[in-house]
């Protein structure tokens, strides 16, 4: 068979591209489960302006990225090694984006708070019906997180309506000290929902399941190489093609670091979500890797 290739929405029914019913699906968090409704520092300026404090969004964002990557050198893994919380490793964040300002401590702990929720993100419509579907498709399918992130998360998804699904199947790396694209945090999530669901190799081997997960992100690297990496099934969802494989196959782009970083804090949930109504095909990149740009044509490729 030949890679890449396109798969139009109605031809998942077809023998060669059936797929088996999944076992385990696990997903990313930010930008996958979930996204701001507007980018974060509009949102930043918003409530910092009810604090008397005015700043440029647009050059909070272009300062964010080096930012992002100091903090994370100088407190790796959210200060879990340095004896800072991961709140105050956020703290530090909003100062530091916001300097020479000095921000008052209140306004930090609005925009934290504000961030643990419905205040600052929404769930895309497409994600809850496919999780739903799968649901009611395939009772025995676990569900989980796999995310480069710290346990403020469990607080999120908890906010925002999506813990019930997941239950203690969350593995983040702030808890194991992995993350990825380390196929290590894709073979800790998977021993422990074999642990907790010994069913699973009911009939089938642990190499035999692994062809049977799949991970759901946002990144190329992360996400779809890193679960196709561990022997598990990685999907790309890219609601706005960045990585430019939902068209023309020449058009492949890698997302540099600065990029990457930009877009963790540069999402419109309203813009990106009408843009990946637009295209319903898939991208095999090859036999463990795929790509989409809104889970109903996930819904499409596993319910046909």
Same mark, same amino acid.
């Given at each position: 068979m030949?890679?890449?290739?396109?798969?139009k929405i109605n031809q998942?029914?077809?023998?060669?591209?059936k797929?088996?019913?999944?076992?385990?699906?696990?997903?990313?968090?930010?930008?996958?489960?979930?996204?701001?409704?507007?980018?974060?520092?509009?949102?930043?300026c918003?409530?910092?302006?009810?604090?008397?404090?005015?700043?440029?969004?647009?050059h909070?964002?272009?300062?964010?990225?080096?930012?992002?990557?100091?903090?994370?050198?100088s407190h790796?893994?959210?200060?879990?090694?340095?004896?800072?919380?991961?709140?105050?490793?956020w703290?530090?964040l909003?100062?530091?984006?916001f300097?020479?300002?000095?921000?008052? &401590?209140?306004?930090?702990?609005?925009? /934290?708070?504000?961030?643990?929720?419905?205040?600052? *993100?929404?769930? @895309?419509? $497409?994600?809850?019906?496919?999780?739903?579907?799968?649901?009611?498709?395939?009772p025995?399918?676990?569900f989980?997180?796999?995310?480069?992130?710290?346990?403020?998360m469990?607080?999120?998804?908890?906010?925002?309506?999506?813990?019930?699904?997941?239950?203690?199947?969350?593995?983040?790396s702030?808890?194991?000290e992995?993350?990825k694209p380390?196929?290590?945090?894709f073979?800790?999530?998977?021993s422990?929902?074999v642990t907790?669901?010994p069913?699973?190799?009911?009939?089938?081997?642990?190499?035999?399941?692994?062809?049977r997960?799949?991970?759901?992100?946002?990144?190329?690297?992360?996400?779809?190489?890193g679960?196709s990496?561990?022997g598990?099934?990685?999907?790309?969802i890219d609601?706005?093609? &960045?990585y430019k494989?939902?068209?023309k /196959?020449?058009?492949?782009?890698?997302?540099?670091? *600065?990029e990457? @970083?930009? $877009?963790k804090?540069?999402?419109?949930?309203?813009?990106?979500?009408?843009?990946?109504?637009?295209?319903t095909?898939?991208?095999?990149i090859?036999?463990r890797?795929?790509?989409?740009?809104?889970?109903?044509?996930?819904?499409?490729?596993?319910?046909?």
């Amino acid at each position: 068979m030949q890679f890449p290739k396109s798969i139009k929405i109605n031809q998942w029914d077809l023998p060669a591209n059936k797929l088996k019913p999944p076992k385990v699906i696990t997903f990313d968090a930010y930008n996958t489960l979930y996204s701001t409704t507007l980018p974060v520092m509009e949102q930043y300026c918003k409530i910092g302006l009810k604090y008397g404090i005015e700043a440029d969004p647009q050059h909070l964002t272009v300062k964010f990225p080096k930012i992002f990557k100091d903090l994370r050198a100088s407190h790796p893994n959210y200060g879990k090694y340095t004896n800072l919380t991961p709140n105050e490793w956020w703290e530090t964040l909003i100062s530091n984006i916001f300097e020479p300002i000095k921000v008052p &401590k209140e306004m930090i702990t609005e925009i /934290l708070k504000t961030f643990e929720g419905f205040g600052a *993100y929404t769930v @895309y419509p $497409d994600l809850l019906e496919f999780l739903k579907n799968m649901r009611a498709a395939f009772p025995g399918t676990i569900f989980g997180v796999v995310s480069n992130t710290d346990p403020i998360m469990h607080t999120l998804i908890k906010n925002i309506g999506l813990a019930p699904y997941f239950g203690t199947h969350v593995y983040l790396s702030y808890d194991l000290e992995v993350s990825k694209p380390d196929p290590k945090i894709f073979e800790h999530a998977l021993s422990d929902i074999v642990t907790k669901n010994p069913e699973l190799l009911e009939n089938m081997s642990y190499e035999e399941l692994k062809k049977r997960c799949w991970h759901i992100g946002d990144e190329r690297l992360n996400d779809m190489s890193g679960a196709s990496n561990a022997g598990w099934n990685g999907v790309l969802i890219d609601r706005m093609n &960045k990585y430019k494989f939902l068209g023309k /196959l020449s058009e492949e782009n890698e997302r540099e670091e *600065y990029e990457l @970083y930009k $877009d963790k804090i540069d999402n419109n949930s309203q813009e990106s979500w009408k843009l990946s109504l637009f295209q319903t095909d898939a991208m095999q990149i090859d036999k463990r890797q795929f790509v989409i740009s809104n889970f109903n044509t996930l819904s499409k490729m596993f319910l046909s």
